[in-house]
């Protein structure tokens, strides 16, 4: 991987944001481009793409659609993205409603697990129906790709079967130990309406256009069963943080690992915690937010290679040659 990494990429990263005319949720889009990049700024983090550029010939080409972490934004990952883009893949990320920096207040409700892989699938049906990008889009290579709260939403569209009542139980016990989780666990009420509206308190969201899965520290490994992930049989690469000091390890990443037996591939990002997979810090964040600046040993570009390598590895493999 690292040998690969060395060569100069075939392509520039284009860039475009609010890609639609009437999008019902801010989306930016990354792509091949041969135009010459420019400095451009994602929340006040410098970087370098083509903005607006045309595609590049060549295509179609495989796409990523990303799910950012709860309360986040549709720049989390640009960093990743302009890295796919550079090596000829088109990536897409929406921001999600009532779950982002400026509107947080569905966050870790279960609202949001039932509309969040609603908007990717709005997503991916707005793009696919786009008549400048969707001939660039090969439909049959289509990943989805998560952090946190994104893991989890993608990973409802792999075909995993998100059980609120095992998310209940979970948290009657150990609510106080696991407030990140349990905060805003369903009440009867709410159990009661997904009984009536998806006949058992289990929220189904797979969508077989979606070929693979990647999911970076994902959350509410709680709400997974083994009658849950019976459907997730795409294929699903799992990037946990060597020190997750939001999500309780055993209760998340691990328990997908215990549920899915050698089914998925789990790869431990040495030196990262919960919060590496976001964009280097600001001079602002590190001074207003510095719980989102920590890591656990190594720097945090370091870090993003290393998952820059991971998830490139993986989407070669998917399809060879």
Known sequence: MTAHSSHKPPYSAGFRDRVFDTDPFALALWYPATAPETPVRHMGVASMAARNA??????????????????????????????????????????????????????????????????MRQALDLLLAHDDIAPHIDSGKITALGHSAGGATVLKLGGWRFDASAWRQYCQVNSETDRVICEYVPDDAALNRLENVHGAPVVAARDDRISAIITIAPAFGVAATPAGVEQLKVPVLFIEADTDEVLLHDVNAARFRDLLHGRAKFVRVKGAGHYSFLPPCTDYIAQNFPHLCRDFGRERPHIHDSVKQLVHHFLRGLHPG
Do not use: C, K
């Not at 799910?67 to 990320?93: K, M, Q, T």
């Open 54 to 119: 045309p595609f590049a010939a060549g295509g179609p080409f495989p796409l990523v659609m990303i799910s950012h972490g709860s309360e986040g934004h549709r720049f989390v990952h640009f960093w990743l993205a302009e890295y796919l883009a550079r090596r000829g893949y088109i990536v897409a990320a929406p921001q999600h409603a009532g779950d982002n920096y400026i509107d947080a207040h569905d966050a870790r409700s279960l609202t949001i697990i039932e509309r969040r892989p609603q908007e």
